[in-house]
């Protein structure tokens, strides 16, 4: 199982982006899905997750400005981020528990980041 998450770039303070992270590979089923972020110099925090369809959870430096959602029949998440600000810059990783067809039991997969970069 792989996920590649895409998205990321440069943007000015007030602007937005929208992250995608599909996974692939042999899967029966995804449980919570999440997006993580790390600064330089800083830890990897929990940005948002989505379980199921419809519950969400935000950190809340970004409630209000960022919304998750996913995509079950294209095993993808997605974060709308708006309203953008410097202090969001940090790469951005996605996370899924995920049920294989070789497994019996749900892991956790990582993607590679994606640099999100607010500056004007």
């Known amino acids: 199982v792989q996920l590649q998450a895409s998205g990321g770039g440069l943007v000015q303070p007030g602007g937005s982006l929208r992250l995608s992270c599909a996974a692939q590979?042999?899967?029966?089923?995804?449980?919570?899905m999440y997006w993580y972020r790390q600064a330089p110099g800083k830890q990897r925090d929990l940005v948002a997750f989505?379980?199921?369809?419809?519950?969400?959870n935000y950190a809340d430096s970004v409630k209000g400005r960022f919304t998750i959602s996913r995509d079950d029949a294209k095993n993808t998440v997605y974060l709308q981020m708006n309203s953008l600000k410097p202090e969001d810059t940090a790469v951005y990783y996605c996370?899924?528990?995920?049920?294989?067809?070789?497994?019996?039991?749900?892991?956790?997969?990582w993607g590679k980041g994606t640099q999100v970069t607010v500056s004007s």
């Open positions: 996370k899924a528990s995920i049920w294989t067809k070789s497994s019996s039991i749900y892991v956790e997969y």
């Open positions: 590979g042999s899967i029966r089923s995804i449980s919570t």
């Open positions: 989505v379980i199921g369809g419809s519950t969400t």
